[in-house]
C-alpha cells in the first residue's frame, strides 16, 4: 500500500521528469487516441454518425451565401498547407529568438510531422470527399481525417500551450485556450461549409492533431526534465551562454 502511494504522489506530483506533466500527457493522448478510433470505426461501419455527415454537408450547401462563402474561403486558404507552414516558420523563428528551445523542437517536429501524419491516414481510409452538382470547393485528394483542421489543432493547440506556460493568470490562460479552440472550429466550419469534408472528417482531425500535439509536448517537456535532473544545462541556458560569451569576446576585441 505504501508504495502505491509512493507511485501515485510521484505521478502527479508537479516535479520530477516523470510527475504530473507526464500524467496528463499520456492521458491526453489515450483519451484522443480513444476518441479518434471510435470515430473511425463508425465512419468504416457506416453508423449513424455517417448518416449525419451527408444530412449536415447537405445543409451547409444548400444554405450557402457569396459574402460567407469568400470568408470561408479565405480561412480555410489561410489554414491550408502554404499558411499552415508560414505560420509554423514565424513561430519557430519567434521561439528561436526568445531562445525557446525546447518549444522549437517541439514546432519543427509537432507542425511537420502532423502533416505527414494525417496523409498517412487519408490514405489508410480512403474516404472520398462529399460531392454535390455545383460544388464551391473540388478536391482530389482523400476526405478523411481533414488535414486543415489537424494542422490547425497542431499550430493553434501550441501557440496556445505555449501561452499557458508563460503566465500565471488564469485569465489569459482561459483567453489562450479558448482563443485556440475558436481558431480550429472556425477552420473546421470552413472544411464543412464549402463541401470539402463531413462532420465527422474534422472531428476525427481534431483529436488526431491533439493526440499528436501531447505526443510532442510530453516528449519534449520529459527530455526537458531529464536534462535538468541529472544536473544538465537545457538548451536555451546553453545558447545564452555561448551568446553571453560571443558578447564579451566582441568587446575585448
Known amino acids: 500500500m505504501h508504495r502505491l502511494r509512493s507511485f501515485l504522489a510521484a505521478r502527479f506530483s508537479p516535479e520530477g521528469e516523470m510527475g504530473l506533466h507526464l500524467t496528463l500527457g499520456l492521458a491526453l493522448i489515450l483519451l484522443a487516441g480513444f476518441l479518434f478510433g471510435e470515430i473511425a470505426e463508425d465512419v468504416v461501419d457506416g453508423d449513424t454518425i455517417t448518416v449525419v455527415d451527408v444530412q449536415l454537408a447537405q445543409w451547409f450547401h444548400q444554405r450557402a451565401h457569396p459574402v460567407f462563402t469568400r470568408v470561408m474561403l479565405f480561412v480555410t486558404h489561410w489554414n491550408g498547407i502554404v499558411g499552415a507552414c508560414v505560420m509554423g516558420t514565424l513561430l519557430a523563428a519567434w521561439f528561436w529568438r526568445r531562445d525557446a528551445h525546447y518549444w522549437l523542437i517541439v514546432a519543427v517536429t509537432a ?9 498517412a491516414l487519408k490514405h489508410v481510409f480512403r474516404r472520398a470527399r462529399p460531392v454535390f452538382d455545383e460544388p464551391l470547393l473540388t478536391l482530389a485528394t482523400y476526405s478523411f481525417p481533414s488535414g486543415h483542421t489537424a494542422a490547425a489543432t497542431v499550430f493553434y493547440g501550441l501557440l496556445a500551450c505555449y501561452l499557458v506556460c508563460r503566465t500565471r493568470d488564469w485569465r489569459l490562460r482561459l483567453l489562450a485556450v479558448a482563443g485556440a479552440v475558436a481558431m ?22 481534431s483529436v488526431e492533431g491533439a493526440a499528436w500535439l501531447a505526443v510532442c509536448v510530453t516528449a519534449v517537456s520529459t527530455l526537458h526534465r531529464r536534462r535538468t535532473a541529472r544536473g544538465k544545462p537545457s538548451w536555451s541556458e546553453r545558447e545564452r551562454r555561448r551568446l553571453r560569451a560571443r558578447a ?5 576585441a
Open 248 to 252: 564579451h569576446a566582441g568587446r575585448e
Open 111 to 119: 507542425i511537420p510531422g502532423g502533416m505527414l501524419l494525417n496523409v
Open 184 to 205: 480550429v472550429a472556425l477552420v473546421a466550419l470552413s472544411r464543412m461549409y464549402l463541401g470539402a469534408h463531413y462532420l465527422s472528417d474534422v472531428l476525427a482531425a
